[in-house]
């Protein structure tokens, strides 16, 4: 079993920065890709940002220029520094990874929550 655990949600001005982590644990052989989701009340989860093992990434147009995904992969731990943050941010933000062991599996985080005060 994986287990994907969220840390560095908050409450933060706009303008402000917060910065999230994710780390993996568990039976992992290798990880694939790593990304964060959110979702705002009322709203579906959407995709923010993700990256593979090699460092490639993949922005949402509206975080492009403001959120920063990258990973350590000998820690198993995936980061979104979020810049420029404003209202429309808040939502609870996911981590999801692709995690092999026997075979490929998706795993999703609990959630953390992001708010954004105007």
């Known amino acids: 079993q994986v287990q994907l655990v969220e840390s560095g949600g908050g409450l933060v001005q706009a303008g402000g920065s917060l910065r999230l982590s994710c780390a993996a644990s568990g039976s992992i052989f290798s990880i694939d890709v790593m990304g964060w989701y959110r979702q705002a009340p009322g709203k579906q989860r959407e995709l923010v940002a993700a990256?593979?093992?090699?460092?490639?990434?993949n922005y949402a147009d509206f975080v492009k220029g403001r959120f920063t995904i990258s990973r350590d992969n000998a820690k198993n731990t995936v980061f979104l520094q979020m810049n420029s943050l404003n209202p429309e941010d808040t939502a609870v933000y996911y981590c999801?990874?692709?995690?092999?062991?026997?075979?490929?599996?998706?795993?999703w985080g609990q959630g953390i929550q992001v708010t954004v005060s105007s």
């Open positions: 999801n990874s692709w995690v092999t062991s026997f075979r490929s599996v998706n795993y």
């Open positions: 990256i593979n093992s090699g460092g490639s990434t």
